[in-house]
């Protein structure tokens, strides 16, 4: 069984008085198990102090994560912060993995292949749950590094999270190893033991898709060429968000739903359309896979707000004193306009203490849509709150 705590602090500057609260924290409310791991979430600035750094350094295990823009804990929540959750447990082990630099463009799979096997080398025995921490590589999908791990563990379940930033260009984005940062690489953990990981995901409620429905009939990995066999301008045109074969502005805050074809679950999993080409093609933020099912949802404010609190309530219901790690869409908080901590407050303010959690904002989410007999239907999402309780 794994136990968690959590430990923040909004100190940058000094160095040692951050570690010292995430340290005097961490003390006064863990009873240590013998096998341990960090999981944290920050923005670039704490490891261009020195702040990550120094306090990797200060504990006796592995501390793995990646930036955000912002994040919770169930004390607290803010934007230039620095949270930690450590899991802790006698009868689970964890064991981190580090890619090789990870190319530009091109096939990724070797890369993360070779990783994989050093860190299973001489191990028999099958993880239960593989947390991984991604780069934001512009020339790749997300669904890369899920098919990836998905494939060589034999579709074990894979849960995580993007990198996110607050930069235009996405520049600050990193995943963290201990002392060490990185662009391209990514970061995971294969946990085994007694572990029997529990997730949820939710995007768009039934209230906000639009009643229109088509079918994926061009496309090239995450670009979308067609819809019905219509020119993304024509389709568009067609269910009022183009006109004169141009595609309205906003168009970005309208998730695609896609159902993936011969999924058991029927779950969508919504897309984020981050720009649209010359020829009317619509680059998206994961797979468009042809011959899925799509459709058209809402992602505005009360939504964002709708969907936050049906995640949450799930949490309290379904898994009451478990520890919980959470990640949502970037998308969703930029939905949220000025009031940028509001789902993550809502967090703060209905989750008791008694299940231990850490929420951070992603570049995309990583988590299952089913768990059955020990195998996962592995799935990149957009515009998606995520969670595993562990």
Sequence with gaps: MIKAVTAYTYEIDDIKKAVGEVTSQLHEKMVPGKNMLGLVSCSLDYSESGVLEALAAALPFPVIGATTISQSVNAASGMLMLTLMVLYSDDCTFSVGVTDPLPETGDMSEVISES???VKAGVNEREKLILAFVPLLFNHSGDEYVNAL?????????FGTVCSDDTRDYTNCHTFFGKERYRDRMIYALVYGNCEPEFETVSVSFEAKLPFLGEITS???????????????VYFESVGLAAGGKIMGGINAVPFLINFSGDDDKKQVARALFSILPDGSCVCG???????GITLGISDKSEVTSTANTMLDQIIEKYPGRPVLIYSCMGRRLSLGGDALLELNYAVKKIPSSNVFMMAYAGGEIC???????????????????????
Excluded at 150 to 158: K, T
Excluded at 286 to 292: F, H, Q
Excluded at 368 to 390: E, M, Q
């Design 150 to 158: 998905s494939r060589l563990s034999d579709r074990v379940p894979v």
């Design 368 to 390: 299952p849509t089913s768990y059955k007999d020990g195998t996962a239907t592995n799935r990149f999402h957009n515009f998606t709150i995520v969670a595993c309780a562990l």
């Design 286 to 292: 994961g797979e468009m896979p042809v011959g899925c």
């Design 219 to 233: 496309s090239t990995g995450n670009v979308l060429h067609s819809i019905n066999d219509m020119s993304l301008p």
């Design 116 to 118: 994989y096997k050093r």
